[in-house]
């Protein structure tokens, strides 16, 4: 019965929340641990969880050695399955409420520079496909400020060329439409015409058909994407990450420091609250103060 229950928790957040597979693995994960503590204590029912219970498991947790922000994802997990379980009536009372996440110290995000960014975008060489597949990849990337998983799951479709815009799947299956820049653009119009040469791609003509492709033709996978983005920023920088995110990062980081509103940048990220684009404005006031004190004589 309690397996059913994960079962049918799973399936609701792939169809009804449509969460990604990473994030459904995490829960699961999460759940499963609590599931072999239950049944460590010979507690057979999700009704017969109560709060301190939920606090002995993740006290236990802690001594495992999880980090307090792993213990935060996994209060999240229990929240979201507790409350899944309450609106199904299979319990009568959540006992994830008076749960406390515990405070994590907020990191300020890794971001390039605008030169940085300009040195790794003209890195690739564009003799080949797969030069000007990774130039556009790296155009898009820094021009729209998507996340990994919705460039890869770009279509030819989604790209309109006249109004300059990209529709874009994302978290939770939510749709929006962002600007694109006139040099993404033309990456973009160079990669597809430099593909039908080349002859990867046979139906050239549907445009349902991914935007970033394998040699194979097939839809460009976020572990290859990954390696792209490494391969190319390990020629101009020196920072320690060099993810797909970084370029996201820098992307806000640049839109702010040339005046952008923040409600903007919020909407042009696809956050849901305003408070998680917030973390930009505190690099934007890092670089504002390391500005200050190099140019200011009484700094």
Same mark, same amino acid.
């Given at each position: 019965?309690?397996?059913?229950?994960?079962?049918?928790?799973?399936?609701?957040?792939?169809?009804?929340?449509?969460?990604?597979?990473?994030?459904?693995?995490?829960?699961?994960?999460?759940?499963?641990?609590?599931?072999?503590?239950?049944?460590?204590?010979?507690?057979?029912?999700?009704?017969?969880?109560?709060?301190?219970?939920?606090?002995?498991?993740?006290?236990?947790?802690?001594?495992?050695?999880?980090?307090?922000?792993?213990?935060?994802?996994?209060?999240?997990?229990?929240?979201?399955?507790?409350?899944?379980?309450?609106?199904?009536?299979?319990?009568?009372?959540?006992? $994830?409420?008076?749960?406390? $996440?515990?405070?994590?110290?907020?990191?300020?995000?890794?971001?390039? /520079?605008?030169?940085?960014?300009?040195?790794?975008?003209?890195?690739?060489?564009?003799?080949?496909?797969?030069?000007?597949? /990774?130039?556009?990849?790296?155009?898009?990337?820094?021009?729209? &400020?998507?996340?990994?998983?919705?460039?890869?799951?770009?279509?030819?479709?989604?790209?309109?060329?006249?109004?300059?815009?990209?529709?874009?799947?994302?978290? +939770?299956?939510?749709?929006?439409?962002?600007?694109?820049?006139?040099?993404?653009?033309?990456?973009?119009?160079?990669?597809?015409?430099?593909?039908? /040469?080349?002859?990867?791609?046979?139906?050239?003509?549907?445009?349902?058909?991914?935007?970033?492709?394998?040699?194979?033709?097939?839809?460009?996978?976020?572990?290859?994407?990954?390696?792209?983005?490494?391969?190319?920023? /390990?020629?101009?920088?020196?920072?320690?990450?060099?993810?797909?995110?970084?370029?996201?990062?820098?992307?806000?980081?640049?839109?702010?420091?040339? &005046?952008?509103?923040?409600?903007?940048?919020?909407?042009?990220? +696809?956050?849901?609250?305003?408070? $998680?684009?917030?973390?930009?404005?505190?690099?934007? $006031?890092?670089?504002?103060?390391?500005?200050?004190?190099?140019?200011?004589?009484?700094?």
């Amino acid at each position: 019965m309690v397996n059913n229950h994960l079962r049918s928790y799973l399936e609701y957040l792939q169809h009804e929340r449509g969460f990604s597979r990473h994030t459904i693995l995490a829960y699961q994960n999460d759940i499963s641990r609590l599931l072999e503590f239950l049944s460590s204590k010979r507690i057979e029912l999700f009704s017969g969880v109560t709060k301190n219970l939920l606090r002995d498991f993740l006290g236990k947790s802690l001594e495992t050695g999880l980090t307090r922000k792993s213990i935060a994802r996994r209060i999240a997990s229990l929240r979201s399955f507790f409350k899944f379980l309450y609106r199904r009536k299979l319990i009568e009372v959540n006992p $994830t409420l008076s749960l406390v $996440t515990p405070k994590l110290e907020r990191r300020l995000p890794t971001f390039l /520079d605008e030169q940085t960014i300009a040195q790794a975008i003209d890195a690739p060489a564009v003799d080949t496909w797969e030069g000007l597949r /990774d130039k556009a990849l790296l155009e898009v990337f820094y021009s729209t &400020g998507i996340r990994l998983s919705e460039l890869v799951g770009l279509n030819r479709i989604d790209i309109d060329f006249a109004r300059k815009t990209v529709k874009v799947q994302g978290k +939770g299956n939510k749709q929006r439409i962002v600007p694109i820049g006139r040099k993404a653009l033309a990456a973009l119009r160079q990669y597809f015409h430099k593909v039908v /040469d080349a002859g990867v791609r046979q139906k050239i003509a549907d445009r349902k058909v991914p935007v970033f492709i394998t040699k194979r033709g097939e839809r460009l996978y976020p572990v290859a994407v990954s390696r792209i983005v490494r391969k190319y920023l /390990d020629r101009v920088s020196e920072a320690e990450k060099k993810s797909p995110h970084v370029i996201r990062h820098s992307f806000a980081t640049h839109l702010l420091n040339r &005046g952008a509103d923040l409600a903007a940048v919020k909407e042009l990220l +696809g956050h849901e609250s305003l408070s $998680t684009t917030q973390i930009y404005t505190h690099v934007s $006031t890092e670089r504002m103060k390391q500005v200050y004190r190099q140019s200011h004589p009484k700094a």
